[in-house]
């Protein structure tokens, strides 16, 4: 299907952007890389008066060094993630999950902050951004602020981007040393996840010292696995150890049921794909 008319702008600032959401308001969308904008106007599920598109902004781009954490740009396409050095070195967990997200063209138009914003539960980039603790800058016309990644998702489709603001960058802790796995379900290859768990772990002499576990499509929002983390701590990275820590996979989480399979059948592949993920994380 066609799109609904709409009128567009490309600002080459955050600030010109800014601006262009003031004065159109609940009229206007912002586009990223608009993999996921543009099927949602075909669909007219959404029909802006106006698209602003922040592809001209060179400053939302890239990913740099800060001390004890990379920041990583809103605007930085996915095939960039999945080839940057200090994405590898510092956040392998993010590596490894971006390899599995789409085919290679989506993965070249679509952005870290495009897929973080849109908040789909089903998105690759939520549960390991949660996993790392990841932060969110988000300019606004008074300011910028930052949001923790525990208060970003806030439930399907919806974060704590305001209406008027721009998400600008992402904070990621540096997890370097930790070893990484992303283990992603699916029916067809390309696809959006039935269930994945994002696991990295800091393991010491075959001891799992600290792990941080997330779930995608595992409720309306990315999950913080927090009763396996907890049950992992201090214990051997053995196939025993790591199987009775993944039976708490499920806590806390209400996943859906759809076509791709119902809320049961999600449960038992959490289970059994966060044993696989932490046990390859841990090198095990
Ligand atoms: C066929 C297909 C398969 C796909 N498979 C997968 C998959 O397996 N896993 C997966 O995770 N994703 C998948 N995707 C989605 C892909 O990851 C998109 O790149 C991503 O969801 C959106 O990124 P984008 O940069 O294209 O954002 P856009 O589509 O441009 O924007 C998405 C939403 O976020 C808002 N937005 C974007 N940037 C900002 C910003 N900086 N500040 C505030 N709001 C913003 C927009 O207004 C819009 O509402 C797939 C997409 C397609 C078309």
Redesign the pocket.
Known sequence: MIPAQFDYVAPTTVEEALAALAQHGDDA???????????VLRMRLNAPEMVID?GRIDSLRGVRDDGDAIVIG?MTQ?AVIATDPLVEEHALLLHKAVQH??DSQ?RH???F???L??A?PA???GAPALALGASFVIAGSGGTRTVSADDFFVDLFETA?GEDE??TEVRVPKHTGWGAHYEKFVRVA???PIVAVAATVRAEGGTITEARVGLTNMGSTPLRARGVEEALAGQPATVDAVRAASERATDGTNPPSDLNGDADYRRHLAGVLTRRAVLAAAGA
């Open positions: 969308k912002i586009m990223a890389g608009g993999q996921s904008l543009l099927p922040l809103a996915h997200l789409a989506i138009r679509g952005t902050g495009g897929a914003a849109h789909d998105g690759d980039m981007i721009i998400l390309h696809q959006w």
